[in-house]
């Protein structure tokens, strides 16, 4: 048989975020990249192209080309709004405040529970469109709104859902254990039964969940809980992250890495023995700027810990109704670098080579790389470091998915 491209792109700077090339963002200046059957067949500098032959090439006009982005934790999936909330925390009242009133998660729940497959899905469409017009090619939404069975399950299948209609590949994760709903109050043992039964099986009888998801917190649930979660999710072969160290330090992040978690989430009240315990499992930091923000939360993530130590960092949106109401990626890397002091090169890294990573889609997403998907974006840009510093109007010039051009739709 003989060999052949489908396409072939000229005239491209590459960011590749490939770590062993030891430029910043790996960049190859004068590039070119090659897809066949939707893979990055080819890349390198244009002088050493091989003489393959293709059916189509393209002009980059000399713009750069990213990894698509890829956002590793969203809650892009609920009912109503939470408008009201924030003007109660105007007024001076907490986050946790609100959560014990009953307000907070427990609000979006019973707007939840009361929603349609199909007015979740119609909700979330736009949000979704929000985050592809940016450039974003790979998604990760959690449940948690639902906090029981039913409920649980149309919010996985709204994700799977708008992973199957829009060119995006959607991770989802099933997150019960996310709030105690109200009929459970003073018996959180009892849910967490329920979680790690009933409907842990249900989730997985319809494989609507890629990985499950725990918030380990005071207003959450606490380590022994999570821990039950945790083993129930391997009994199912399901691979686990953690919002762990948000609003206190319950060393959630040792639970997380003593079982080897794709990612925890978070972190502001991390501590150097747990950046040590991310260390030795290869777990990823995933740093959520925008929760940061909106809660005007004053202590920051330990950056320089995790830096020293070698621990990888994605950086997400979190959107949510309640702790960060922004559909955007683009916004939550200006806020990565503004607030958290990420270097351009880290936000990048942060949504591309180390997201795939936080989902465990390393070997397929998140740099540019010989045999990875033709994921691709090509921006009109003299520096890769604009895309982190220019937030709220640059769009990619073109999205691929598998090498297609989605861009239009
Ligand atoms: N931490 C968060 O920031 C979100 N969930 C969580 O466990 C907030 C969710 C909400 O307030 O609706
Ligand atoms: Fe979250």
Known sequence: MTSHWDILWTNVRLATLNPDIKRPYGAIEKGALAVRDGRIAWLGNADDRPDTPCRETRDGGGGWMTPGLIDCHTHLVFAGNRCHE???????????????????????????????????????????????????????????????TD?????????????????VTVHSSFLGAHALPEEYSGRPDGYIDRVCSEMMDAVCAEALADSVDMFCEQIGFSLAQCERVIQSASRHGLPVRVHAEQLSNLRASHLAASHQALSVDHLEHLDEPGVMALARAGTVATLLPGAFYFLRETRLPPIELLRRHGVPMAVASDFNPGSSPQASLRLSMQMAATLFGLSAEEVLAGVTRNAARALGMEKQRGQLRQGLRADLLLWEINDPAELVWHYGSNRPRTILQEGQDVSTR
Do not use: C, H, N, W
Not at 119 to 129: E, H, Y
Not at 154 to 164: H, V
């Open 86 to 148: 924030f003007e109660q925390r105007q007024q001076g009242a907490s986050y946790q405040q609100i959560a014990e009133q009953g307000g907070g998660i427990r609000a979006t729940v019973s707007a939840t529970r009361t929603s349609s497959e199909e007015q979740l899905f119609q909700q979330a469409v736009p949000r979704l469109r929000a985050y592809l017009d940016e450039g974003v090619t790979s998604i990760e939404i959690k449940s948690g709104y639902g906090l029981e």
């Open 151 to 167: 409920a649980e399950l149309r919010m996985l299948r709204t994700a799977r859902r708008l992973g199957r209609e829009f060119p």
